[in-house]
Each structure stands twice: as C-alpha cells, then as structure tokens.
C-alpha cells in the first residue's frame, strides 16, 4: 500500500467515510499513522461555501423542482392515484435534467399525512383531502426540495384545515428560533 499513497507513518491523516471494519483494516495496515474524521472537519466545511457553479447548480435544481411540482398541482385532482401525482412530477423533473431524486419524492393524502408514508397507492378522494407533495431533483450533485400542502379538488380548505395548517406552521417556526450551534 505504501508504494501507492508514500508513507504515512507519523502523519495525521482525515477520512470522509468511516466504518468500524474499515477503521480496523486501516489500522492494521498503517499501525503508526494518525486518522481522524476529515468528514465533519474538512468536506462539511468546505461545503459551507459555494463556488458560482454550485450556486447555479443549486438554482437549477430548484428550478427543476419547482416545474414537476407546478405540474403535479395541475395533475392533482379527485380520482387520481397519490402514484400517478408522482409519476407526472417524476417524468418532468427526467425531462428537465434530473439525474435522480433527493428522496424517495412523496405524495400522501389524508390520514396518511402524518406521519410520511413512502408507499403511494391511494386514490385521492373527491372530499377536501389534504395532500403533502415532498419532491426534490437532483442535478449534477446538487438537490432540491420542496414540500408543500394541497388541498385536492376544487374546493377551499375547510377552517379546521386552516387551523391544523397554522399549528404546524406555529411549530415550525418556534422550533427554528430554539436552533442554536452545538444544540441537541
């Protein structure tokens, strides 16, 4: 191994990806070298700064995203599969560049809002059903991502459909001000 990296005895040296078999095999073939987490230390940190191109990939991500999901509202509507939603805002995020997806997208209606559910076989119903589409595109290394909450149909969100929203909202918006550095 020395012949293709030189020695590394008595250096310090970071690595990105870390595992305990790896860490033992490591170990083992460089037993006076130095290893520490390079991941948290050096790659998170360098990712902290975007260059102009990652800044237009990022863009471009989220222009990407922000398409598909304009076209699975349009698509969105009573006596649709929650899988079909997803199949149009799939086939427009391919069409547009993305190489693959920031999750595993979800679109959930109903009582299957909360929590998540990855599966998608439900038929949106012809009621005021609410509907969560979670979809991201993903364009050269770079992700995008949006979440929003729908109402299927063309009626207007009920007041305790208002009122379940504001909650969530509330909640969110008052954990993000306890969000400090370091905190669990």
Known sequence: MEGLVGSLAGKRVGIDIWDLNMEAAIREVFPKTEFADGYQSVLMRAKEIKTQDEIICLKIANAITEAALYRALEFLR?????????????????????????CSNIICSGP???????????????????????????YNGYWG??????????????????????????????????????RD
């Not at 009573?78 to 920031?102: D, F, I, N, Y």
């Open 78 to 102: 009573p006596g649709v599969k929650e899988c079909e939603v997803l199949a149009v805002a799939w086939q427009v995020m391919t069409a547009m560049g993305s190489e693959w997806t920031q």
């Open 112 to 138: 299957y809002t909360a929590p998540y559910r990855r599966l998608h076989p439900t038929e949106l119903s012809a009621t005021a059903n609410l509907v969560i589409l979670d979809i991201g595109a993903g």
């Open 145 to 182: 991502d949006l979440t929003r909450t729908w109402v299927c149909g063309n009626v207007k969100p009920t007041a305790g459909m208002r009122d379940l929203h504001q909650k969530c909202y509330n909640a969110l918006f008052n954990a993000g001000g306890k969000v400090r550095p370091g």
